[in-house]
């Protein structure tokens, strides 16, 4: 571990007025915790927190590192940091970050949901998603799922149902939402869907 960052508990001012110390373990163990939580983000993530550098430089350190003695005193350095410093703004954005997070993994979970059913229902349930989303491409759904359902009779590789996927994720996209959250897109990359080469169905 470097030396500029050692850390340890006797470094912890305990003032004059003698703050209960069993507070303070609680709120420094509250600190570790958000130190784990900042090691977990993306780069992108970690850069809206506009952590100060020092934090900053030994929440990316310890981001790389396996879990063994010297990740948890970088952990303990970075709460000792935050406990010298007014965190409130930085937990305040790390919340929204969580917050924005769940709402992915639910956004996530509807739309798989509904591309499963459309694959296995076929129009009985397009008809009902069409109800719910009256604006949808109804033309695009109806050529995607008939592309799925062809692909998983056969056995291919599920291209048209990715790309129903990502329509599907358009469709349930909460407005105002910016789609930047990683983790939930199909594993592989697509190739971009070019609507000028399905059938005019009209």
Same mark, same amino acid.
């Given at each position: 571990?470097?030396?500029?960052?050692?850390?340890?508990?006797?470094?912890?001012?305990?003032?004059?007025?003698?703050?209960?110390?069993?507070?303070?373990?609680?709120?420094?163990?509250?600190?570790?915790?958000?130190?784990?939580?900042?090691?977990?983000?993306?780069?992108?993530?970690?850069?809206?927190?506009?952590?100060?550098?020092?934090?900053?430089?030994?929440?990316?350190?310890?981001?790389?590192?396996?879990?063994?003695?010297?990740?948890? =005193?970088? &952990? $303990?350095?970075?709460?000792?940091?935050?406990?010298?410093? +007014?965190? @409130? /703004?930085?937990? !305040?954005?790390?919340?929204?970050?969580?917050?924005?997070?769940?709402?992915?993994?639910?956004?996530?979970?509807?739309?798989?949901?509904?591309?499963?059913?459309?694959?296995?229902?076929?129009?009985?349930?397009?008809?009902?998603?069409?109800?719910?989303?009256?604006?949808?491409?109804?033309?695009?759904?109806?050529?995607?799922?008939?592309?799925?359902?062809?692909?998983?009779?056969?056995?291919?590789?599920?291209?048209?149902?990715?790309?129903?996927? =990502?329509? &599907? $994720?358009?469709?349930?996209?909460?407005?105002?939402?910016? +789609?930047? @959250? /990683?983790?939930? !897109?199909?594993?592989?990359?697509?190739?971009?869907?070019?609507?000028?080469?399905?059938?005019?169905?009209?």
């Amino acid at each position: 571990m470097n030396e500029e960052y050692e850390y340890d508990d006797e470094e912890i001012e305990y003032y004059a007025i003698r703050p209960n110390k069993t507070q303070i373990k609680k709120d420094m163990a509250a600190l570790f915790a958000v130190s784990e939580e900042m090691s977990e983000l993306s780069p992108g993530q970690l850069k809206t927190l506009e952590l100060p550098e020092v934090i900053n430089k030994a929440v990316v350190e310890v981001s790389g590192m396996p879990h063994k003695g010297a990740r948890k =005193r970088l &952990l $303990k350095f970075i709460a000792g940091q935050l406990h010298k410093i +007014d965190a @409130e /703004p930085i937990l !305040e954005k790390l919340a929204r970050i969580k917050n924005k997070s769940a709402h992915a993994v639910r956004e996530h979970h509807i739309v798989e949901r509904w591309r499963d059913r459309l694959i296995a229902e076929g129009n009985d349930a397009l008809t009902e998603l069409l109800d719910e989303q009256p604006h949808a491409d109804r033309q695009l759904l109806r050529q995607l799922l008939r592309n799925a359902q062809k692909e998983a009779e056969a056995g291919k590789p599920p291209k048209s149902s990715r790309l129903l996927y =990502r329509r &599907l $994720k358009e469709l349930f996209q909460v407005e105002g939402e910016p +789609d930047d @959250e /990683p983790g939930f !897109e199909d594993e592989d990359d697509e190739e971009e869907f070019d609507e000028s080469s399905m059938p005019n169905n009209r």
